[in-house]
């Protein structure tokens, strides 16, 4: 399991638990909850996708300690905006996430997967204040997902916020 942790300033780092314990901290484990962690151990980040710029993560080992702690106000949507420019430029590494903020410029059609058992993805374009756009690929349940919220929205323009957004390029573009 990998999760994001986070302080009251909104500093992430990675963490992750192997599948044999998940059962040993799901229990004490909550989205916005405070807890305090010791007896864990420290590794380089080498994942796919970097949720934090840190070189290292956290790794919950057996002897790990999770204790709840008196609640600290952290909000589950600190967000850690980047402009688009930085993206368009490349100046994001590609197994880096992002957050990012702008209104639905195009909105395309359903993609099936290619072959069994591939994702089905929708592909949007993100326009921001200053009138750059950057391509967004949705797979398979945020197809649904964004569907839903777009149509129950009544707003002409529809501002979408991504949070943990993985930059790559998808067949070159």
Known sequence: MDMILM???GSR??????????????????EGGSVHLSNFYVAKNN????????????????????????????SKYAFAFIPFTDIVEDN????????????DAAVGDV??????RKPNR???????????KIKCTLWDAFIDDFKTKMESS???????V????????YRGT
């Open 7 to 9: 302080d009251q300033e």
């Open 13 to 30: 780092i990675s963490d992750s638990i192997g599948n044999k314990m998940v059962s040993d901290f799901d229990t004490l484990l909550r």
């Open 47 to 74: 994942g796919p996708l970097k949720v934090a710029n840190y070189a290292f993560k956290i790794n919950f080992q057996r002897k790990t300690k999770v204790k709840a702690c008196q609640s600290v106000f952290v």
């Open 92 to 103: 994001v590494k590609e197994e880096q996430v992002v957050d990012v903020i702008g209104h």
């Open 111 to 116: 993609i099936p997967g290619e072959r069994k």
């Open 122 to 132: 929708r592909i949007i374009e993100l326009e921001d204040i200053e009138g750059l």
């Open 154 to 160: 009544a707003d002409h323009i529809k501002l979408c």
């Open 162 to 169: 991504f949070q943990f957004l993985g930059v790559c390029k």
